[in-house]
């Protein structure tokens, strides 16, 4: 059974970074798309930036974009979301999310495994 493992969340100033971790077991990773989302409680999980076995390129949701950078260490199968400017309307959980195709896109109901999530907080 594939399992996802996120790590890295904390609580950080507004203007600071983190970086966030996304560990993978469980599938023979030839074929996957790989979707970063974060959701705040009572609002839908909104897309972040995603990439794939058959891309070398990563989408990013306007919202992020120029601040996150989204890259991958395939051999050890995890995944990563640098995340720069923080302000509090980053404030959400964030979870990475798989999907075995080989193209990808930001809409969550195109993946199929999810991890559990971890906690950004962007607070002075």
């Known amino acids: 059974q594939l399992q996802l493992v996120e790590s890295g969340g904390g609580l950080v100033r507004p203007g600071g970074s983190l970086r966030l971790s996304c560990t993978g077991s469980g599938t023979s990773w030839h074929i996957y798309s790989i979707g970063w989302f974060r959701q705040i409680p009572g609002k839908e999980r909104e897309g972040l930036s995603c990439?794939?076995?058959?891309?070398?390129?990563?989408t990013y949701a306007d919202s992020v974009r120029g601040r996150f950078t989204m890259s991958r260490d395939i051999a050890k199968r995890t995944f990563f979301l640098e995340m720069h400017n923080l302000q509090p309307e980053d404030t959400a959980r964030y979870y990475c999310a798989f999907g075995e195709r080989d193209w990808c896109n930001l809409r969550r109901h195109e993946y199929h495994y999810w991890g559990q999530g971890t906690q950004v907080t962007v607070s002075s």
């Open positions: 990439l794939s076995s058959g891309s070398t390129g990563i």
